[in-house]
T-cell receptor, first 121, second 111 residues
């Protein structure tokens, strides 16, 4: 059973380009979370998605950032017109379906990917 | 708004020492607390999860305690080894269903 797969692992973009980060959750998982880790900082929540639905995007910057989790295929975090301040590690995590609010993490059921390191030059 | 703080930010110790890493959170209304390990350039590995109704969890040389009312957790590492060198992250889950992380403690254990 493969873990949470993220790609690319490392991505270099010039200012103004677009970055697309992909996350394939663990088999059977339908909840996906994206976190960002800036240099020397902790992980910050960005967005929580279920299949075809954005559940909570309270941590997403208002502009340039978007996320989706289509019915088929991986979840995509898209950053348009990247700036140097977007350079960070972006982590995806997944958990299984069917858990009521507040209990999504009641067991040891959240798994993180290895991260995608974005460098903007 | 929930805030999670970890002290110390960095720790360097000789092999064999017993260690205590501290985590504090501002809102005691949490569902659980987890400790993670992060190696440089890698993802997160869950070490221990403590439910809000529990007071501690143990796994091998690791023991985590939770005092929900005071908003504190400690991670105790017994007989530290160089392989324990990593960043240790504490995270809580509150009623927003999100993991809220501390900034971590960077541990170095030297031979």
């Amino acid at each position: 059973n493969a873990g949470v797969m993220q790609n690319p692992r490392h991505l270099v973009r010039r200012r103004g380009q677009e970055a697309r980060l992909r996350c394939s959750p663990m088999k059977g998982h339908s909840h996906v979370y994206w976190y960002r880790q800036l240099p020397e900082e902790g992980l910050k929540f960005m967005v929580y998605l279920q299949k075809e639905n954005i559940i909570d995007e309270s941590g997403m910057p208002k502009e340039r950032f978007s996320a989706e989790f289509p019915k088929e295929g991986p979840s995509i975090l898209r950053i348009q017109q990247v700036v140097r301040g977007d350079s960070a590690a972006y982590f995806c995590a997944s958990s299984p379906p069917g858990l009521p609010s507040g209990a999504a993490f009641s067991g040891n059921t959240i798994y993180f990917g290895e991260g995608s390191w974005l460098t903007v030059v | 708004k929930q805030e999670v703080t970890q002290i110390p930010a960095a720790l360097s110790v000789p092999e064999g020492e017993n260690l205590v890493l501290n985590c504090s959170f501002t809102d005691s209304a949490i569902y659980n607390l987890q400790w993670f390990r992060q190696d440089p350039g890698k993802g997160l590995t869950s070490l221990l999860l403590i439910q809000s109704s529990q007071r501690e969890q143990t796994s091998g040389r690791l023991n985590a305690s939770l005092d929900k009312s005071s908003g504190r957790s400690t991670l105790y590492i017994a007989a530290s080894q160089p392989g324990d060198s990593a960043t240790y992250l504490c995270a809580v889950v509150d009623n927003t269903d999100k993991l809220i992380f501390g900034t971590g403690t960077r541990l170095q254990v030297f031979p």
